[in-house]
């Protein structure tokens, strides 16, 4: 067995505490639901998209941009056929629409495991394969590696926030709209086919010689009924 | 949404009057809507329904509501449906026959085909309206006058042409 030199094994069990820390980090960002920000926005989106591609509200109701928004949230379309515009819609594109965040984290948590496992077995002379990691620029680009994988799982649960309240907000948006394009299809209703929509009924006629009563006389006779159900309940 | 911030969500809508649609996609959002229209409405509430989905209309808080509703002798309650095809022991119509104020129809078969929404309003300002019958998808408003002006419209316009059944012979 070869034992390296320990200037070179140190440079690599000194990455240990960095290592470490990475690695706790991203694997709490894998354990923990509450950084699942795609199951905040996706099952809600799901829950608006009541509607399969067969049935039709009204004629159109799918090319809708709202309709195709809440789909592609809930992840029915493919980002192919329609995307929403704006930056977090890009960052929920890029960042989590497709777990690219937990395959991030995952990647990290390995990398930052096989840095401390490798720093431990080449200070005890295990692994001579991975003496190549001593050599520069090996523990530099280690170090960096680390280094990132601490520090991005920070941005990654800022963005992934930002994301979830946006795509909150949207789906309240969308849902709305949908709301509003169903509002008018019941102001726009008419009968069945076949049906005549019957007249409105015309005012009352007044009797002959009547007038309209003045403010003061309808205010007396609202008085006087007053007066009489009161007397009546009494009664 | 879960349900107790939907009816929240239902209940200021139905204070502040604004007509603002809200749309509506499950039968128990549907109840929420529909309890809260019993709530709203001061003397008419017309329903135009295939059989009284059960899940809808037959929820505990949809029949209490009608209930408080049609304690009052001047509300009155028209029902328009499409089948009779209900079981007897539907929670609302168990509830409506011993009512004076309830008027049920049944349309004609060649209505029933023509027809493709649904829908139900509360006075002369509150609906919700179910543009495919075959959907749970719906919207609803509360202090929108022309448009619940229309369904009414559209409504009498059927239940002049609908056959009404005394309302004991739904309960037997």
């Known amino acids: ?235 | 949404m879960d349900l107790e911030s939907y009816r929240d969500k239902i209940r200021l809508a139905a204070r502040e009057r604004a007509g603002a649609p809200i749309y509506n996609g499950s039968p128990d959002h549907a109840a929420i809507i529909v309890e809260e229209l019993f709530l709203s409405a001061n003397s008419h509430v017309r329903l135009l329904s295939g059989d009284l989905n059960a899940r809808v209309y037959g929820a505990p808080g949809v029949v209490r509501r009608a209930r408080e509703f049609l304690s009052h002798s001047n509300h009155d309650l028209r029902i328009l449906l499409e089948r009779e095809t209900y079981s007897p022991s539907h929670p609302l119509i168990e509830e409506m026959a011993g009512q004076r104020n309830v008027k049920i129809a049944v349309m004609p078969q060649s209505i029933r085909d023509a027809l493709k929404y649904h829908f139900m309003t509360a006075d002369e300002d509150c609906f919700r309206f179910e543009p495919e019958k075959e959907l749970h998808v719906a919207v609803a408003a509360f202090g929108d006058r022309p448009t619940t002006g229309n369904l009414n419209e559209i409504f009498e316009t059927i239940w002049d042409l609908s056959e009404q059944r005394p309302v004991a012979a739904f309960a037997e």
């Open chain 1, 1 to 235: 067995m070869a034992v390296l030199p320990s200037p070179a094994i140190e440079l690599i069990t000194g990455l240990e505490p960095i290592a470490g820390a990475g690695l706790a980090i991203n694997v709490a960002y894998l354990a923990l639901d509450r950084f699942r920000y795609r199951r905040r926005i996706e099952p809600v989106a799901e829950e608006k998209c009541v509607l399969n591609d067969e049935q039709d509200a009204f004629e159109g109701f799918h090319d809708l941009d709202p309709v195709k928004e809440l789909k592609w949230l809930a992840r029915r379309v493919s980002s192919k056929d329609y995307v929403p515009r704006g930056r977090a819609a890009a960052a929920y594109r890029y960042g989590f629409r497709k777990h690219q965040d937990i395959f991030f984290a995952g990647s990290a948590a390995s990398m930052c495991a096989f840095t401390v496992a490798t720093g431990v077995a080449l200070s005890v002379g295990r692994w001579e394969w991975a003496h190549f990691l001593t050599i520069s620029p090996f523990p530099g680009v280690l170090f960096y590696a680390c280094l990132a994988s601490m520090i991005i799982p920070v941005g990654v649960v800022l963005a992934g926030r930002r994301c979830a309240n946006w795509g909150r907000e949207r789906i309240e948006h969308c849902t709305n709209q949908v709301a509003i394009s169903l509002g008018n299809l019941a102001k726009q209703a008419q009968p069945p086919v076949g049906v005549e929509r019957r007249e409105p009924l015309p005012p009352a006629p007044r009797p002959a010689g009547s007038r309209p009563l003045t403010a003061e006389e309808a205010s007396r006779l609202a008085a006087e009924l007053a007066q009489r159900r009161r007397e009546h309940r009494d009664s």
